[in-house]
Every structure is written in structure tokens, then in C-alpha cells.
């Protein structure tokens, strides 16, 4: 197998790490949900504790959210347990402590949470909280993956893909199954993932225009990376015709999130641009503001808390 981890990594923004936090739909009815966790419901304090966790849709609180979190948890919530398990895991607004994290999580997947049994896989594989066994850990990892968890797909793809700093043998062809299975389903990083395996032939048969179709998928949902694979591909004319007025878009469109491969190729190239091309690319990013992705926590997979309260989340 080629040894490019370090390509990979500036391509890819890799590797993604541990356990991590998933979306959310919609901005929540505070005071509602504060009302209906006062009176009981267990249900609401978990979906309000989630909301000041990821603090995305309302301020971060994460003293609300582990209190919040941990009453619905010892109310059997099956959610809360996995989400509460992912604080005392994480360290969010309370010493860390892996093993009883650990063991809030495992519970959760007990019970039926697939994004608990993810969190249970990773940290089983990276020997978090709990012994290291990195075979038993790619098997629950798979389990999330096969129940239909979009983030577990892609968690599997990128473990196939890096290797898992040693910890899983590497295979593109597995790789590349699970990562299409997952860009399939829309997830950004994974369209990101198959784009570059067909534009180098990684696991997958070299097909630039397939490559270009799926850094395209991923650079509307705002990837980075995609942004800058995708202006280089349009600038370059492969895979397709070329499209300067789009390359210039897109590769500025990365550079202004920071990417460091769209910097880089934009300031080789932004010479060769004409006055009309630069004006033209200028005036589409006025009109049409270039895709952002709704957070900017990570470049990759690794749910932990999902949106609804029983069953898989995808």
C-alpha cells in the first residue's frame, strides 16, 4: 500500500480523532423544553441539555447541559446516558472520567442507542475508559455502521483508510465501500473521501469526472477540502471542461475558510486569471455567498449524541 498519510492528511484535514458530536435539526423551543424538563419529562431535558451541549443553536451552557443531561439519564433516558457518558468521556464542564463515561455509553448502546454503540466502538478501539481491543472495537463500530448510522459508515471508512495509528490494517477497498456508502447518504466528508480516492485511484478505479461529481456534492455542503479539490479540478480542466470563473469561486470559497491546499493553489494561480475572470468570480461570490458548513468543530466523522430518543438517528 503507498505510504501517503502525510498527502492525505493535507487533503483530507486527517485524522479525526475520538469520539465527537453530531447535528441537530432545527433551533429548539427553550423555554418550552425548560418547562417540560421542570415538570418530569425526561425526554425534554434530554433534547434541551443536547441543545446547550452543542451550542450551536442556543448559547453554550455545558453546566446546564451535564445537568440537565445526567437527570434524564438516571431517569433511563436511553440517549441521555450515551450523551451524559460523552461529557464525563470528553470533560465538557466537569472533570473527565473516562471509565464512568465509558460505562454511561455502553449502556446506552445496551439499550439501543447506535450512536452509543459507536462511541463504544471507539473508545474500545483506542482503549478509552475501558481495555483496548482494537478487533472488538471495529466490530462495534461495523454494528453502528450496518444499523444504518451515516457517521458510523464514515467513522469506518476513515479507519480503513488511515489505519488508526496502527490499530486497524489499512485497506482502500474497504475504505472506499464503506466511505460511498455513507456519500450516498450526503455526508459531506465522505463525498470529500470518495472525490479523492477516484481522483488517485485509491480503492476505487480513476475516474475524474466521477471525482469532480462528488467534490462538487461535497464543496455545496460547505467542505473545505472538496472547495479546494474542486477549483483545482475546474482550473485544471480535469475531469470535465474547465471553468475559470468556477475555479476561482471555489478555490476562493476554501481559501476564505482557511484551507490551507486552496491558499496555496489560488496564489500559484491567481496571475493567470484575467481582469474579466477576477471580476466575473468576485460577483458570483457576492451574489450566490459560497456554502459553509453548519459547523466548524471538525473536518470529519465521529457522531456521539443523535437527534432522536430511541432507535438509529439515520
Same mark, same amino acid.
Given at each position: ?70 437527570? !434524564? @439519564? $438516571?431517569? +433511563? =433516558? ?6 451524559? /457518558?460523552? &461529557?464525563?468521556?470528553? %470533560? #465538557? *464542564? ?87 456508502? !455513507? @456519500? $450516498?447518504? +450526503? =455526508? ?6 470518495? /472525490?479523492? &480516492?477516484?481522483?488517485? %485511484? #485509491? *480503492? ?106 430511541? %432507535?438509529?438517528?439515520?
Amino acid at each position: 500500500m503507498r505510504r501517503i498519510n502525510l498527502w492525505r492528511s493535507v487533503v483530507l484535514g486527517l485524522s479525526l480523532g475520538a469520539i465527537s458530536l453530531p447535528g441537530m435539526d432545527g433551533v429548539p423551543d427553550v423555554a418550552g423544553l425548560r418547562q417540560k424538563a421542570a415538570a418530569g419529562s425526561a425526554e425534554a431535558g434530554y433534547e434541551l441539555g443536547r441543545a446547550f451541549l452543542r451550542g450551536e443553536e442556543v448559547p453554550r451552557n455545558l453546566a446546564e447541559a451535564s445537568t440537565l443531561l445526567r437527570s !434524564a @439519564a $438516571e431517569s +433511563g =433516558h436511553v440517549e441521555a446516558m450515551g450523551a451524559y /457518558g460523552f &461529557m464525563l468521556a470528553r %470533560g #465538557l *464542564g466537569m472533570e473527565a472520567n473516562q471509565p464512568v463515561g465509558f460505562d454511561w455509553i455502553r449502556k446506552s448502546a445496551e439499550a439501543g442507542s447506535v450512536s452509543a454503540l459507536l462511541n463504544q466502538g471507539i473508545m474500545t478501539m483506542r482503549g478509552q475508559g475501558v481495555s483496548g481491543d482494537p478487533v472488538a472495537g471495529m466490530v462495534l463500530m461495523k454494528q453502528a455502521a450496518e444499523r444504518g448510522s451515516v457517521e458510523a459508515q464514515a467513522r469506518v471508512a476513515e479507519a480503513y483508510f488511515l489505519g488508526e495509528d496502527g490499530l486497524v490494517a489499512k485497506s482502500e477497498e474497504e475504505a472506499a465501500r464503506w466511505a460511498q456508502r !455513507a @456519500a $450516498e447518504a +450526503g =455526508h459531506a466528508w465522505s463525498q470529500n473521501l470518495v /472525490g479523492t &480516492m477516484k481522483e488517485h %485511484g #485509491l *480503492g476505487l478505479s480513476r475516474d475524474l469526472a466521477g471525482a469532480r461529481g462528488f467534490y462538487q456534492r461535497a464543496a455545496e455542503q460547505g467542505n473545505a477540502k472538496a472547495q479546494a479539490s474542486l477549483g483545482r479540478l475546474l482550473h485544471n480542466e480535469t475531469g470535465g471542461a474547465a471553468d475559470r470563473i468556477g475555479a476561482y469561486y471555489w478555490l476562493k470559497a476554501g481559501a476564505e475558510q482557511g484551507e490551507v491546499t486552496a491558499r496555496n493553489f489560488f496564489s500559484e494561480v491567481e496571475s493567470g486569471f484575467t481582469d474579466d475572470e477576477r471580476a466575473a468570480g468576485e460577483q458570483r461570490l457576492r451574489e450566490v455567498p459560497p456554502p459553509r458548513p453548519r459547523s466548524v468543530r471538525r473536518g470529519g466523522p465521529g457522531p456521539a449524541i443523535p437527534r432522536e430518543a430511541s %432507535g438509529p438517528r439515520q
